[in-house]
């Protein structure tokens, strides 16, 4: 089984089902070691206090959050993960990870990963997908080692340019990504 980087960044309303693939994933037998940004780590929202979602989540993975930048920083020289995962990835973190920025756990994480030229998959969730987002996601997709979770429209009539991954084909795509294969980016949401 994989050695897997499960990464969560600031859309705190996807939580629960990002925890819920971590379940599915630390079932079928992978090993899988939780990374933080500073506000998925530290700030209590309408959707649960952090304490909450730290202790769930470092009782689900067996393994202890890594929450610091010091703390991300031997990713790649001590090769710790086989693939990297960034979900829920904010569209704050795809702008510094387009724009080369490494100034959050889960950016250092994701940059120290990289540069042993092993897959980083990115579950896109942010309300302006299909606004300034966009330019983002797009330079992302040509970049070698990076792949996309499939992801669509989550209320194409209230919210127009939101996208959202779909979680459930989590544990899909980490293969495929293994495999170097991008499962179809872009999904229908109707």
Request: hydrophobic share 45%; with cysteine; aromatic share 8%.
């Amino acid at each position: 089984m994989s050695n897997i980087g499960f990464a969560l960044t600031g859309s705190f309303c996807t939580f629960e089902r990002a925890i819920e693939q971590m379940k599915i994933l630390v079932q079928a037998g992978h090993n899988v070691t939780p990374i933080m940004s500073f506000h998925a780590y530290n700030l209590d929202t309408k959707f649960g206090t952090a304490l909450h979602f730290k202790n769930e989540i470092e009782k689900v993975c067996g393994n202890e959050i890594i929450h610091t930048i010091q703390g991300a920083e031997p990713v790649g020289p001590k090769k710790m993960f086989d693939i990297m995962l960034i979900e829920p990835c904010s569209g704050n973190t795809l702008a510094k990870l387009a724009a080369g920025i490494v100034d959050t756990p889960v950016l250092m994480a994701a940059k120290s990963h990289l540069r042993n030229a092993r897959p980083l998959l990115l579950a896109v969730s942010t309300n302006d997908a299909l606004g300034n987002s966009a330019k983002n996601i797009g330079y992302l997709m040509n970049v070698k080692n990076i792949y996309f979770l499939p992801m669509g429209q989550d209320d194409v009539y209230k919210k127009p340019r939101s996208i959202v991954a779909d979680f459930k084909l989590t544990e899909l795509a980490l293969n495929s990504a293994l495999s170097g294969i991008q499962l179809q980016p872009i999904i229908k949401s109707y």
